[in-house]
Structures are given as structure tokens and as C-alpha cells.
């Protein structure tokens, strides 16, 4: 493919490979970022329309850290390239009566200083009366939280990066076999990429990558996503009128009707087991069934509304949501980043930014992150 040695050479362009290119080409190296389809692909995990940034995680302090400095980059990256990649909706946190996870939220926003309010139910019904709040008992409001429009945010970034001198091309990679130091990576088609360092950032794919280690430690499940039409002349399904939400006791989240695309519903259980290659695309008649089911319930002027697009992608699920970060045991030179478990997308920048660091030696080893602390048994922590 090429005689030249890049400092860095990264494989995968969906939010962690493209930000963790952008934070090493930041630093001056020379990198080569690879994908086998393309940024943001329609079957990556980040090639959707649109994913939500929030800053709640329960109790969970280092995930809302982690938010807060990406939603700056992200920001940043809007308006580096004069493109409207974050709205900002607000996110609103629909919470059960008795709700120990969004009452561990506000108390971590509370601690970090992030501005929210808790609204009571009569509060919810006047600020957004399309909303039913049946069984709900109260919501969290964070005003500056929002919706990353995904697909086009990497595609820029990638695009932004190469004229800063970022190299990137299509290719699929052959998985090395050898342990010790790597010193080229080959590719299908017959050539080969030789580099200081190796990042891969391969979303579900990892697990194929590398079967020995990642196999039992990656579970791509299926994930199916809906978008109903409002009703006509209806503004109130689309932002500012209706923001990002999750309803909590449902475990439903969604996200506004975004430049006409349709109010965006899915369910954030985890689905069955899928491969990211040959997995039927096709939504099933029973997640639409239960989408509408909700959708009637919960926005009673949809109950009726056509759906006007459908996806399936995929998640990458570690053991209980905590990314994989680290480097691989059997290569001195190459490095893993993945195990988005469904929340990821929104921290590419902060996981661009550790694992620059964690390569340069420059910033401490989150353990949570350690390819050691991934269990083969899934117990999803991590929301």
C-alpha cells in the first residue's frame, strides 16, 4: 500500500478511531486511519442519524466527566467546520416514582456542579404537554445536554483532519498473528501499512480481530431503532418544544424529530446476540409492535403516526459497559479501543484524548478501563 512508516496507524472510523486519530495527529505524529467500509459506515455503531450526549450516569461520576469534556469538543468541532452537529434539545431524564438511579444522577450533577433542575410531574405536563406522565414521579432536566447528529459529526471530523494531514483510505485488515512488536499490518488485498504504533478501533468487528482475547469480552447484541412521523403541522415533536429524553422506568429513550427525519424511539434493553456482517438489517414485526405500544402511550397524539424509518445496528457490549482502553497483552506496540456497550459515541473525544495519552505514557491507567477487569459474563452496570 504504501513504503511509508506512520507514527501511528489507526483501524476503525467510527467516534473512537476518528477521535483518537485527531488526538494523535494533534500532537504532531503522522497517522493513518483505515477503515474497511468508510467514517460512520451504516453498519458501524456510529453511523446512525443521531445518538444523545447527557451528562447523568447515576452514581457514576467518571462517565459524566467524560461528557462534560466531549461535549466541548464536540462543540468545538461545530463550529471549526461551520456545521450544526450538536442540538441542543436538552435532555430529560422521565423518572418512576421510586428511582434510585435518577435520584443517584442529580446527586452526581449536584456534586460536579453540572446545571439541571427536577421538575415535578404538573411541571412535566405544562413544559411538555405531548409527554403522558403515567407512572412517572418526577423528571431531571439538564438544559445543556442535547443530540449529536452522529453520522455527519465523524464524516466531518475525518474530513476536517485530513486537511490537517491526517492520511486516511479504505482498506480491510488481515488480523496479526504473531506476538511481541508489530511491525506492519497487512490488508486484503495483498499489501501492507508499517507504523510505530497500532490502534484498533473496531466496534463489534473487534471480537473477530481478535477472538482469543476479545471473543468472550465483546457481545454484540442487536439494537432496533424507529422513527414515527409527527402529525401534520405539528411542532411539538421537534426541538426546542421536545427535547432528548429517557424514560426511565421503560428503559426507552429518544431523541426529537431532527431535520425532518421523524421522532426517533428505541429500547436501551440489550438485544439478542448479532453479527455485525451477516445479521439481518431488518427490523422485526415485534420490536415495532412494542415501539408503537410505547410511542401510543407515551405521546398519545403518535399513536397513529407512520413510521417513516427503520434501522438495525448493533451494540458492543463489554461485561457491564466500561470501555476497553488498553493495551493488547501479547503486542508491545498495539492498542485496543472499544466496548462502547451503547453509551459510547458521545465520549469519542475524551477516549481519543486517554488513549493519545495512555500510547504517549503522559496520563495514569484508568482501571476501569483495563482489558483485565473485563468479566466474560454479561452484568450490565453502566446506563
Excluded at 225 to 242: I, L, Q, R
Aim: one cysteine or more.
Amino acid at each position: 500500500m504504501s513504503a511509508k512508516i506512520f507514527d501511528v496507524v489507526v483501524v476503525g472510523s467510527g467516534t473512537f478511531g476518528a477521535w483518537t486519530a485527531h488526538a494523535l495527529r494533534s500532537t504532531g505524529q503522522s497517522v493513518l486511519l483505515l477503515d474497511a467500509f468508510g467514517p460512520a459506515h451504516s453498519r458501524a455503531s456510529s453511523g446512525g442519524e443521531s445518538r444523545v450526549i447527557r451528562m447523568g450516569y447515576g452514581h457514576d461520576a467518571l462517565y459524566t466527566r467524560l461528557s462534560l469534556r466531549s461535549l466541548e469538543s464536540w462543540k468545538a468541532l461545530a463550529q471549526r467546520t461551520r456545521k450544526s452537529l450538536f442540538q441542543q434539545t436538552g435532555m430529560l431524564w422521565l423518572a418512576g416514582k421510586d428511582d434510585g438511579y435518577v435520584d443517584q444522577t442529580r446527586e452526581t450533577l449536584v456534586a460536579l456542579g453540572v446545571e439541571h433542575a427536577a421538575l415535578s410531574v404538573d411541571e412535566v405536563s405544562k413544559r411538555f404537554p405531548q409527554i403522558a406522565t403515567d407512572g412517572i414521579g418526577w423528571a431531571l432536566w439538564e438544559p445543556n445536554s442535547g443530540a449529536l447528529m452522529a453520522r455527519q459529526a465523524v464524516q466531518a471530523l475525518v474530513a476536517d483532519d485530513m486537511q490537517d494531514g491526517l492520511e486516511y483510505r479504505i482498506a480491510s485488515v488481515i488480523p496479526p498473528k504473531t506476538a511481541g512488536r508489530l511491525p506492519r499490518l497487512a490488508t486484503t488485498h495483498g499489501d501492507s501499512v508499517s507504523a510505530g504504533t497500532f490502534v484498533f478501533a473496531c466496534g463489534a468487528w473487534l471480537a473477530r480481530l481478535f477472538p482469543e482475547l476479545l471473543g468472550q469480552r465483546i457481545f454484540p447484541t442487536r439494537q432496533e431503532v424507529f422513527f414515527f412521523a409527527p402529525p401534520p403541522g405539528d411542532a411539538s415533536f421537534s426541538a426546542p418544544a421536545m427535547p432528548a429524553w429517557f424514560h426511565h422506568p421503560s428503559l426507552v429513550y429518544g431523541i426529537p424529530d431532527l431535520e425532518n427525519r421523524g421522532f426517533k424511539v428505541s429500547v436501551d434493553r440489550h438485544g439478542p446476540a448479532f453479527d455485525p456482517d451477516s445479521g439481518s438489517r431488518v427490523v422485526s414485526a415485534e420490536g415495532l409492535a412494542t415501539a408503537r405500544e410505547f410511542v401510543a402511550r407515551t405521546f398519545p397524539k403518535l399513536a397513529n403516526a407512520p413510521l417513516t424509518e427503520a434501522r438495525v445496528c448493533q451494540y458492543e457490549n463489554t461485561a457491564n459497559g466500561d470501555f476497553i482502553l488498553d493495551r493488547h497483552p501479547h503486542f508491545d506496540n498495539v492498542w485496543i479501543g472499544g466496548g462502547g456497550s451503547g453509551h459510547g459515541f458521545k465520549h469519542g473525544p475524551a477516549v481519543g484524548e486517554y488513549l493519545a495519552g495512555r500510547i504517549a505514557d503522559s496520563v495514569d491507567p484508568e482501571p476501569r478501563f483495563a482489558l483485565a477487569s473485563k468479566a466474560t459474563v454479561q452484568a450490565r452496570e453502566i446506563f
